[in-house]
């Protein structure tokens, strides 16, 4: 069976330090990944996804980006975080004829 | 373009059904589903419906799909305080490289016992 993977669950970094947040999915082959955050108070926002190794497609600029090492290996990061980077970071998959998304538990990124 | 919207919060007694409510704005959309958050967690996926059904029924949950108000519920029966969680709609859309879901913004279902 699939298992999507995110660490760490929890995160407290200073404003202008670096960030790396990890998904994994285990029992697929080139699934569709996804990041998402959750900020307070707000839905959830499409941040990147990839189809493929290598293949990132950014949803809204910002801050942050992605990299898709592995075929099941998604990686968000950044350079310097800023305040407004505090959230819930969601990774997810699906198959790529599929249309249903499973998620990861989630990061949560507190920006002090 | 594509937006979802959600009223933010929704309070019941518990034993009372709860319907909680979700517009959206692609009209090419061919899935709508519901998630579930609990504290803290991921989003589990409750149900989804195709564009082509009004209706879908599963156990406790009833799904009512209008396309041509772009509405979509989500009726929950016989409500228990371990249905307390955010409730979120997306829809799915078919622009770029993938599919994608677009998320409403969640409703915060709180059930009082």
């Known amino acids: 069976s699939q298992t999507i993977h995110q660490w760490p669950a929890t995160l407290v970094q200073p404003v202008g330090s670096p960030l790396s947040l990890e998904c994994t999915v285990e029992?697929?082959?080139?699934?569709?990944l996804y990041w998402y955050r959750q900020a307070a108070g707000r839905g959830l926002q499409l941040l990147f996804y990839?189809?493929?190794?290598?293949?990132i497609s950014s949803e809204v600029p910002q801050n942050l980006s992605a990299s898709r090492p592995q075929d099941r290996q998604f990686i968000l990061s950044s350079k310097k975080l800023l305040l407004s980077d505090s959230g819930f970071y969601l990774c997810?998959?699906?198959?790529?004829?599929?249309?249903?998304?499973?998620f990861g538990a989630g990061s949560r990124l507190t920006v002090l | 373009g594509e937006d979802v919207e959600q009223s933010l919060f929704l309070s019941v007694r518990e034993g009372d059904s709860s319907v909680i409510n979700c517009t959206y704005t692609?009209?090419?959309?061919?899935?709508l589903y519901w998630y579930k958050q609990e504290p803290g967690a991921g989003l589990q996926l409750l149900t989804y419906?195709?564009?082509?059904?009004d209706m879908k029924q599963d156990q406790r949950l009833t799904v009512l799909l209008n396309k041509k108000d772009k509405h979509l519920s989500l009726r929950i029966a016989d409500t228990q305080t371990g249905d307390s969680a955010i409730y979120f709609c997306?829809?799915?859309?078919?622009?770029?490289?993938?599919?994608?879901?677009?998320f409403g913004t969640g409703t915060l279902l709180a059930v009082q016992p």
């Open positions: 990839s189809v493929g190794i290598g293949q």
């Open positions: 997810a998959w699906k198959s790529s004829g599929a249309n249903v998304l499973t």
């Open positions: 419906i195709f564009s082509n059904m």
């Open positions: 692609d009209s090419s959309s061919t899935y």
């Open positions: 029992g697929t082959s080139n699934p569709n």
């Open positions: 997306a829809e799915l859309n078919y622009g770029g490289a993938t599919n994608k879901l677009i």
